[in-house]
């Protein structure tokens, strides 16, 4: 079982800014997508997470089709981080993590808010207005939504995936490292995670396939061994590159 992508467009009047999609999400595997801004890699987000609908394609959540499910269905089989979420009233840190709650509040509430608060390090911030944090603070209070929203969830369902745009904008090394930790925990106990990152050497360590993309299509899917090599990255970033492999990193020039 798994979160299947088919041949998706998405096209907006004449233009098209998604092309013949085609690739899986399964469960206990991290997904990265990789590219240049522009690529179409949120706009792909938001039509895996449901937040839109493409124009030709389908999309199947365990053989489900995507636009089969309520509201209710999807929100107990995904959670998502956004790349921006606005908040324009005077909400507390609570408040906000709190809105990841999706089941009646209960005895597990409490427990599981402090597991995640802790695990995103929003312990002493948890009382203090989001608007006045910054903006690595403000990620990580996403982020606890995103992991109370998919705790909060019984097993009605099998497999349950994360989808995460640019989780680790503006965090600083610290927090970069510690919330990758966190996601291939949760693979590990088997939830799908597909996530959009920058940073090619984090994406080659901690995932189990990737993604490239450029000009809305996905140009090469794989494991990281095969995808990430030098002709295919200096083809979706337009620079020259060499990969050192002992250890891996990848120098830009």
């Not at 949120?42 to 124009?55: A, E, N, R, Y």
């Not at 999807?74 to 089941?103: A, C, P, Y």
Request: proline share 2%; glycine share 6%; net charge positive.
């Amino acid at each position: 079982m798994s979160i299947e992508i088919k041949d998706v467009r998405y096209m907006v009047n004449d233009t098209c800014l998604l092309d013949k999609i085609t690739f899986d999400i399964n469960p206990g595997e991290i997904t990265t997508i990789l590219g240049p801004n522009g690529a179409g890699k949120s706009t792909l987000i938001k039509l895996i997470s449901g937040d839109m609908k493409p124009s030709s394609g389908e999309i199947l959540y365990d053989k489900i089709l995507l636009n089969k499910l309520t509201l209710e269905n999807k929100s107990h089989r995904r959670s998502v981080l956004s790349q921006s979420q606005n908040i324009n009233f005077d909400f507390t840190v609570r408040d906000i993590v709190e809105m990841g709650w999706i089941n009646d509040f209960n005895n597990n509430f409490e427990k599981i808010l402090n597991e995640v608060s802790k695990e995103c390090s929003i312990v002493d911030i948890i009382e203090r207005k989001f608007r006045y944090l910054s903006g690595g603070e403000q990620k990580r209070v996403h982020l606890a939504r995103t992991l109370l929203h998919i705790k909060s969830i019984e097993n009605i369902y099998e497999n349950k995936y994360i989808l995460l745009d640019e989780p680790l904008a503006n965090l600083d090394i610290f927090y970069e490292f510690k919330l990758i930790k966190i996601i291939r925990k949760l693979a590990k106990n088997g939830l799908g995670i597909l996530m959009i990152l920058h940073d090619i050497n984090l994406a080659y360590k901690f995932s189990n396939k990737i993604a490239l993309m450029l000009d809305g299509k996905v140009k090469y899917f794989g494991n990281p061994e095969k995808v990430i090599n030098q002709k295919n990255l200096e083809k979706i970033y337009g620079l020259k590159m060499k990969i050192f492999t002992k250890p891996f990193f990848i120098k830009y020039y």
